[in-house]
């Protein structure tokens, strides 16, 4: 079975602070993408990034960074200095190859405190 | 109007009533999805249509009626709901993937918060 735990429900910090997003997934499938999408109070979710499975590298963009551990099966994401409009509800999710099914996890309300 | 559109962005509704929500995507996609988003839950994938066909119906209630008429507009026509189906419900769109490509993400409307009284 497929799952994604995003076991940080919500996250409060100060503006300039780091701050990590946790992501573990589950799957039996040896080929998946994995995703984060950000959903601010407006309500519709943003695309932030898809990774595949068998490129590990981590990746930057700007001040947010993901960190993709097959061997623990994390895809964490962090964001560097964090601003007020960061404040929003972080998705993680899952897919296999060839689908077009996420499996989203429950999601981290960040909040960004000036 | 650029991405993904859902209409009304806000609706009321009594159990005996019928409304429909409406999604327009101008992404040039084939594959559009609608979503429920309830409190503290993962979202939950209801209907997905690909190439105007359906492909996806994970056992969601008969109150709730999707209609695909072409690749940019998607329906979903509820009637006679209950006041658990109060939630965001969110249209998606994507590359269809099972044709070959591999730009799976999905792209998001702002979505339609759903009151039933």
């Known amino acids: 079975a497929q799952k994604v735990t995003q076991a940080q429900t919500e996250i409060s910090v100060v503006e300039k602070e780091d701050v990590t997003l946790d992501c573990v997934y589950e799957t039996r499938d040896t080929t998946y993408y994995l995703f984060w999408y950000k959903q601010p109070p407006s309500g519709e979710l943003v695309f932030l990034i898809r990774r595949n499975s068998f490129d590990e590298q981590n990746e930057i963009s700007g001040r947010y960074s993901w960190n993709f551990q097959k061997s623990t099966s994390s895809f964490n994401f962090t964001i560097t200095a964090s601003q007020v409009v960061d404040s929003a509800v972080y998705f993680c999710a899952l897919s296999g190859y060839n689908t077009d099914k996420l499996i989203f996890g429950t999601g981290t309300r960040l909040q960004v405190f000036p | 109007e650029t991405g993904v559109t859902q209409t009304p962005r806000h609706l009321v509704m009594g159990m005996t009533n019928k409304k429909s929500l409406k999604c327009e995507q101008h992404?040039?996609?084939?594959?559009m999805y609608w979503y429920k988003q309830s409190a503290k839950k993962p979202l939950e994938l209801m209907f997905v249509y690909s190439l105007e066909e359906r492909v996806e119906n994970n056992s969601v209630p008969s109150r709730f009626s999707p209609e695909c008429p072409n690749s940019s507009h998607l329906f979903l026509h509820l009637h006679t709901l209950q006041p658990e189906d109060s939630a965001l419900y969110l249209c998606a769109s994507s590359q269809d993937p099972t044709s070959g490509s591999q730009n799976n993400e999905q792209f998001f409307g702002p979505g339609t918060r759903l009151t039933v009284l």
């Open positions: 992404l040039g996609h084939n594959a």
